[in-house]
């Protein structure tokens, strides 16, 4: 599952803002989305990571992409690096 991908990432970026800022840049292989995220706070991840044929990979829980991340919260978007 995608949870793995993300513990198993070598570098990731944890976040929409930041996440975003990445994708911006060219340094995103793939991103992963929760989708039990607010659709107005991940749009913008999704329309670029669209626009530039980024991989999305789905999850359902913010809680557990967050925890796989290594963090207290829940988190919406992460940037696998390439």
Same mark, same amino acid.
Do not use: W
């Given at each position: 599952m +995608?949870y &793995?991908?993300?513990? #198993?990432? *070598?570098?990731i970026?944890?976040g929409t803002? #930041?996440?975003? *800022?990445? %994708?911006?840049? @060219?340094k995103? +292989?793939e991103? $992963?989305v929760? &989708?039990d995220a607010d659709?107005? $706070? %991940? !749009?913008k991840?999704l #329309?670029?990571? &669209?626009?530039q #044929?980024?991989?999305?990979? *789905? =999850? @359902? +829980?913010? *809680?557990?992409?967050?925890?796989?991340? /290594?963090?207290? =919260? /829940?988190?919406? =978007? $992460?940037? %696998?690096? !390439?």
């Open positions: +995608s &793995e991908k993300v513990l #198993q990432a *070598k570098k970026i944890i803002k #930041q996440a975003v *800022k990445a %994708i911006q840049t @060219d995103v +292989s991103i $992963v929760a &989708e659709r107005r $706070v %991940i !749009n991840a #329309q670029l990571a &669209e626009e #044929q980024i991989p999305i990979l *789905k =999850v @359902d +829980s913010m *809680k557990k992409l967050g925890k796989a991340c /290594g963090i207290e =919260v /829940g988190a919406a =978007v $992460v940037a %696998i690096i !390439n």
